[in-house]
C-alpha cells in the first residue's frame, strides 16, 4: 500500500488519510441514502428531486479532489490507481466507498488469527453495505424493464440476499446487462466474504490449539524436570548411605 508512496511524504499521506476517510466515509453514506431516495421514491416532488440531484454532484465532486489529492502523495500514480481501486470506484459512484472497512483483510492482526471479532465485523459491514449498494443500483436498472421481475426495493432487497449468498431461488432474475453484471459482482463478491470469514475463524482455531498444545507441552516438560530432579535426590541419598556404610565396615575392620 505504501510502496507507490516515497517515504518523506509518506507521513503527509498518512496524516491526510486519518483526517479525510472519516468524512468521506460520512460523504458515501449521504450519497448512498440520497440515491436510495431518488430510486424507491418515485413520486419525489421535482424540488427535492433536484436538491437530491445537486446534493450526488457535490459529493462527486468532493471525491473527484480526495483522488486528485492521494494521487499527489504517489510517485507512481497508475500503479497506485491499479492497487486501489475502491478509492477509484468511490469516484465513479461514491457509495462503493465504505466498503474500505475490507480492507481490515489485509491487517497483519487478521493474518495472524488475533482479530476475528474485528475481522467478522468488518465483513458483515460491508456485506451489509454491499447488499444495500447492489439493491438500490438493480432496482434503479430494472424496473420499469420488459419482463423484469424486480419492480419493488422490497424485491431488490430479497434478489440480493439470495445472490450474496450463492442460493438463488431463481424467482427473481435481472434481465437487464447492468443488472447481471450486479450480479456476478453479488454472486463473486459473496464467495469471497464467505472465505474471509471461514478463513478467519479457522486461523483463530489453529492459533488457539497451538497456544493449548504449547501449554501442554510446557506442563509436561515440567513434569518430567520434577521427575528427574527427585531421582537425582535419591541417587544422591543412596550413594551418601553407600559411603557411610563403607566408613562404617572400614572403621570394624
Not at 140 to 145: D, I, K, L, M, P
Not at 219 to 246: N, S, Y
Request: hydrophobic fraction near 55%.
Amino acid at each position: 500500500m505504501t510502496a507507490d508512496i516515497a517515504p518523506e511524504r509518506l507521513d503527509k499521506a498518512r496524516a491526510y488519510a486519518r483526517k479525510a476517510d472519516p468524512i468521506m466515509a460520512w460523504l458515501a453514506m449521504t450519497f448512498l441514502v440520497v440515491f436510495t431516495g431518488i430510486v424507491v421514491w418515485t413520486d419525489m416532488p421535482t424540488w427535492l428531486f433536484i436538491a437530491c440531484a445537486v446534493v450526488q454532484l457535490l459529493i462527486w465532486i468532493v471525491f473527484v479532489v480526495d483522488l486528485v489529492m492521494r494521487l499527489t502523495f504517489a510517485d507512481r500514480k497508475l500503479r497506485w490507481l491499479a492497487t486501489h481501486p475502491l478509492d477509484v470506484l468511490a469516484v465513479l459512484w461514491p457509495a462503493f466507498r465504505p466498503l474500505k472497512v475490507l480492507a481490515v483483510i489485509g491487517d497483519r492482526r487478521f493474518r495472524a488469527g488475533a482479530a476475528v471479532a474485528h475481522t467478522s465485523r468488518a465483513v458483515l459491514v460491508a456485506g451489509v453495505i454491499l447488499i444495500w449498494v447492489c439493491s438500490v443500483a438493480v432496482l434503479a436498472a430494472e424496473r420499469g424493464t420488459s419482463g423484469a421481475s424486480i419492480e419493488t426495493f422490497g424485491d431488490a432487497l430479497w434478489w440480493a440476499f439470495v445472490t450474496i449468498a450463492t442460493v438463488g431461488y431463481g424467482d427473481m432474475v435481472p434481465v437487464t446487462m447492468p443488472g447481471r453484471a450486479i450480479g456476478i459482482v453479488l454472486m463473486v463478491v459473496g464467495l469471497a466474504l464467505v472465505a474471509v470469514i471461514t478463513a478467519s475463524v479457522a486461523s483463530w482455531f489453529v492459533s488457539n490449539t497451538r497456544g493449548a498444545d504449547a501449554e501442554g507441552d510446557l506442563a509436561r516438560d515440567t513434569e518430567h524436570r520434577d521427575r528427574i530432579i527427585a531421582l537425582e535426590q535419591k541417587i544422591d541419598r543412596l550413594l551418601e548411605a553407600e559411603v557411610r556404610r563403607e566408613d562404617s565396615d572400614s572403621k570394624r575392620g
